[in-house]
């Protein structure tokens, strides 16, 4: 496989469960970040890691938990969500550190329906 | 504030129709702007980076130009594969890449 993958590709959840998503990146970048997109709105930076240090978290609530195992890997564990939260959740790569100079390389996402 | 503005929310074309997408930012300093193409069911998938006003960018039937306030994507004679949800995004800190809300772009055969 080539690219960012992204696991599963879709997602239906209660608001008590708890799930995981996965993101693997075979491109051999350092950084990693997970967007949360929602309809008709810009995309939103959740959290940023690099050489699998979290170097960024944007005000995310804590039922958002992201882990970072090694520099191709990249979680997502959700708990106790909220409709709200219902959501596409995208996983990006990027060579560098940071995203100011690198494109950045999008998963296909995660569409997460929280009932 | 520093903010990220595109427009319009969405655009028809008849194919052939050529047309113009605006993306407008403040941002003090600009490091760069990006345009991302995103497919249905897809993630956004990179086109240009622009650095300074006066630069243009082509690829196929797209173009993007930099001014001091606004990028603009330009579609000359588009076709129906080029139709898409447009992204433009500008960087704020150092990790952080804001997007706008996206231009959808259908083109009729």
């Known amino acids: 496989e080539t690219g960012v993958t992204q696991t599963p590709r879709h997602l239906v959840m209660g608001m008590t469960n708890k799930k995981s998503l996965k993101c693997e990146q075979h491109?051999?970048?350092?950084?990693m970040y997970w967007y949360k997109q929602s309809a008709k709105k810009p995309l939103e930076l959740m959290f940023v890691?690099?050489?699998?240090?979290?170097?960024e978290n944007n005000s995310v609530p804590s039922r958002f938990s992201p882990e970072c195992p090694n520099s191709s890997h990249l979680f997502l564990h959700l708990h106790t969500l909220q409709p709200e939260d219902s959501a596409l959740y995208l996983c990006a790569s990027s060579q560098d550190r940071t995203a100011t100079n690198e494109k950045l390389f999008f998963g296909s996402g995660t569409q997460l329906s929280v009932l | 504030e520093d903010q990220v503005t595109q427009s319009p929310e969405a655009l028809r074309l008849q194919e052939g129709e050529s047309s113009s997408l605006n993306c407008s930012y403040t941002v003090s300093g600009l490091r760069g702007l990006f345009w991302y193409r995103q497919d249905p069911g897809k993630g956004p998938e990179f086109l240009f980076t622009?650095?300074?006003a006066g630069e243009e960018k082509e690829k196929e039937r797209l173009k993007a130009t930099l001014t001091k306030k606004e990028s603009f994507l330009h579609i000359t004679a588009p076709k129906p594969e080029d139709s898409a949800t447009y992204l433009c995004a500008v960087p704020f800190g150092d990790y952080k890449l804001s997007f706008g809300a996206g231009t959808t772009v259908t083109v009729r055969a």
């Open positions: 890691y690099s050489l699998e240090e979290r170097v």
């Open positions: 491109l051999g970048h350092n950084a």
């Open positions: 622009l650095y300074s």
